[in-house]
């Protein structure tokens, strides 16, 4: 007799599968993505869908009603061995949108297109499908007046100061996600301008997954959780999402910059933004240009560490919006500079040999130099998470005249889809009237009702032309700032589900990266993509992933081989020999210190005099400074009492820029292993938590100023005396005037051996 509760049932078969003799080694180890084992190449005989594995089970088969309906739980999934349309045609190509030739637009008939990425976009409600988890801010946009030579866009013109909303965001987790994983970060700017809204809404990596929006589902799918497990959450380091990206290797370029530091932001203010896509702009005598744009920040791009990444995600979740809010609440206003690089627009719409339309390709900045035209401060923080930062809705169409775009198909697909998604998430087409998303100029635009609808509209004709209205609204020409298309020429072609044969290079760049990076760099992408496919269960999947590094570098694929224990293959192709781009290494160049955070250790036995005047000091230097001790409060010794910002229970090294040491403080009354784990057994008379957290900054790179016979801690800590960034002063303000000098580099980088 069958089982009658299908949860004792499906227990019952995982019972079976975990002892059973003919199960095999690997069916007793949980943890299969998927019941088969997947083989090295990419499958090609057609097949029907695999069952589920023995641990899974669905819901009951009952009717809308709650009625049984006693068909079987296959009959509820996806069936066949074809790609099927969701009214089951079956389709010969989901990899290219159907376009006026190679090169040509992206055609509105293309009905898989719609459907397919119509229907991504409303898979979650109301997160977001991707960029769920965000911070945001207030700030203002001054324009150096240098870019009327490209364009005629208002807010670009000398003088002209626009207020922004600015939304930086992690891609792959949900809202309830940590700040510091592994993965691409949004950097979404709305431009409230006198001429409408414009939205740059772009990544910290210059290049993305895909060179085809058609393809963006995919990409998604497989970066998100596993659909059976939902886990992991908000990282890559899982066999689906290696899986694609190793079949698909125009994904490479992109997945090396993610396993790169970029990565791992320290924190948004150290991170540049970019575009992605090329944009053409237009002047006012009609000339065009294409550009791409950048931000460039002011602190200089500085990462963290894998370490620190994996503790912030633990002790502070929130660390990257928390820095943003606490910066701007601090008066150390966040800012960047908007750059752009400029081409030709030519009828190729390449640059020295590389496709302009490419979402997968930059153009190094040795080849063509960043122009700033622009500063970006960020100086106020939202008054509600949700009116604001939840709420506010980007999208690519939203342009301004002087601002066009291109044929990019992946560009072509974002026009689309972002318009489409806010359907969903903000329940109608009246998103653009909450007030975070409300342009600054007048909108006459004729359209009416909807859900959500909030103007009180007058008048009895929306329509024209009309008579009973007085005409109005009236159509406006270039004269009076019309947004007007570039009349881009559109080639005669027949339609086509193709890329340009010019998108075929997926590796030169990649390499060209790598070749960039210096040795400590060089050894964290090691360490990434070790890590990572190291979380991944199938032997394929890590085999394939050595496939695709050895056509990067033999050095990056035979040190990540001999990590996985697996032999490293030989490149397929010939290696590229590109010129290194050095702006492509966070590593080399010297940055102000503005906004930098300082732990101060100290108690009421240390130089008090000395931690008063470095505060002030840190202060007026623009940075911020912490006071770590023993216990919260205050410390008083005689003078004004000095607030405390941290105790050695609540600090971690990785808040901080640097350490300073005012002298050796007491062993703070909790600590101990009951009451803090961190306290471990005591072997010296320092506290072990002050310990752990010079250890930990000292093995992060991180500068460590010393006055007042703190040096004398040293050694407990596991610290050389002499070692590079170690400053032993006489007082607190010597130590910190040659601790401000390394901070310039961000970390003292020859701590880190290096094997490569």
């Not at 192709?573 to 010129?579: I, Q």
Request: charged share 20%.
């Amino acid at each position: 007799m069958p089982e009658r509760n299908p949860i004792k049932a499906a227990a019952n078969k995982v019972a079976d599968a975990l002892t059973s003799d003919d199960t095999g080694p690997e069916g007793k180890i949980p943890g299969a993505p998927a019941p088969v084992a997947p083989a090295l190449d990419e499958p090609t005989t057609p097949t029907e869908p695999l069952p589920p594995k023995a641990d899974q089970h669905g819901p009951e088969t009952v009717s809308p009603t709650g009625q049984p309906t006693g068909a079987e739980q296959a009959r509820m999934a996806q069936s066949g061995a074809y790609l099927t349309t969701a009214q089951g045609a079956r389709l010969p190509d989901t990899d290219h949108s159907l376009k006026a030739g190679p090169r040509g637009p992206v055609l509105l008939q293309d009905h898989h297109l719609r459907e397919k990425i119509t229907h991504f976009d409303h898979e979650r409600i109301p997160e977001r499908v991707v960029h769920a988890r965000g911070a945001a801010a207030h700030g203002v946009f001054q324009a150096y007046g240098n870019a009327a030579e490209v364009t005629k866009a208002a807010f670009l013109a000398e003088g002209a100061e626009t207020p922004v909303f600015v939304r930086f965001s992690t891609v792959l987790g949900s809202r309830g996600s940590a700040d510091t994983v592994r993965d691409t970060r949004g950097f979404a700017t709305k431009f409230y301008t006198e001429e409408g809204v414009f939205d740059l809404v772009g990544n910290n990596i210059p290049v993305f997954f895909i060179q085809d929006a058609i393809k963006f589902p995919d990409v998604i799918h497989a970066g998100k959780p596993h659909p059976d497990r939902e886990i992991p959450q908000a990282q890559s380091a899982h066999d689906t999402f290696w899986d694609f990206v190793t079949l698909h290797t125009e994904a490479t370029h992109h997945t090396l910059w993610n396993m790169s530091d970029r990565g791992i932001p320290r924190s948004y203010r150290t991170m540049e933004g970019f575009g992605v896509h090329t944009f053409r702009l237009v002047n006012a005598e009609g000339a065009t240009t294409l550009v791409k744009f950048h931000w460039k920040p002011k602190l200089g791009v500085h990462s963290l560490v894998w370490e620190e990444a994996q503790i912030a995600a633990g002790v502070d979740p929130d660390f990257h919006r928390r820095d943003l809010a606490d910066a701007i609440e601090a008066g150390a206003f966040p800012q960047w500079e908007l750059g752009i690089q400029t081409f030709p627009d030519t009828s190729e719409q390449t640059f020295e040999g590389i496709d302009l339309l490419d979402p997968t390709k930059i153009v190094p900045e040795e080849l063509a130099p960043v122009q700033p035209i622009g500063l970006l401060t960020l100086n106020a923080n939202p008054s509600n998470y949700f009116a604001e930062t939840e709420q506010v809705a980007f999208h690519l169409g939203h342009l301004v005249p002087g601002i066009d775009v291109t044929n990019d198909p992946l560009l072509q697909g974002r026009l689309f889809s972002y318009l489409d998604t806010q359907l969903t998430r903000l329940g109608g087409p009246n998103f653009g009237q909450l007030p975070i998303n409300r342009t600054h100029a007048p909108v006459n635009d004729m359209l009416r009702d909807g859900m959500h609808q909030t103007a009180v509209h007058r008048g009895v004709a929306p329509y024209r032309p009309n008579s009973l209205d007085g005409g109005c609204p009236f159509t406006a020409g270039a004269d009076a700032g019309a947004f007007i298309e570039v009349p881009a020429p559109v080639a005669a072609s027949r339609k086509v589900r193709e890329a340009s044969a010019s998108f075929d290079d997926h590796f030169s760049q990649p390499r060209q990266f790598w070749l960039s990076m210096t040795p400590p760099e060089r050894e964290h992408i090691i360490a990434a993509y070790t890590f990572e496919l190291g979380k991944c269960y199938e032997q394929a999947i890590k085999e394939r992933a050595l496939r695709v590094l050895a056509n990067i570098d033999s050095q990056l694929c035979e040190q990540v081989a001999a990590g996985l224990g697996l032999p490293a293959p030989a490149a397929t192709l010939p290696l590229a020999d590109p010129e290194p781009s050095p702006a492509l290494s966070q590593i080399g160049q010297v940055w102000p210190s503005d906004g930098r955070i300082i732990g101060i250790v100290a108690d009421a036995a240390c130089d008090l005099d000395g931690v008063e005047s470095v505060r002030q000091a840190v202060l007026d230097a623009g940075m911020v400074p912490l006071v770590i001790a023993p216990a919260g409060g205050t410390i008083e010794a005689g003078g004004d009492p000095i607030t405390v910002q941290r105790t050695f229970a609540t600090a971690r090294s990785i808040e901080f820029d640097a350490i300073l040491m005012a002298g050796i403080p007491a062993v703070g009354a909790d600590g101990y292993a009951a009451r803090d784990a961190k306290a471990t057994e005591r072997l010296t008379p320092t506290d072990p938590r002050l310990l752990l957290l010079l250890n930990e900054a000292f093995r992060h790179g991180k500068a460590i100023g010393l006055w007042g016979n703190a040096d004398t801690v040293l050694p407990a800590a596991g610290i050389p005396a002499d070692a590079l960034g170690v400053v032993n002063a006489s007082t607190g303000s010597a130590a910190l005037e040659q601790v401000v000098q390394l901070l310039g580099a961000h970390r003292v980088w020859e701590r880190f051996t290096t094997g490569v």
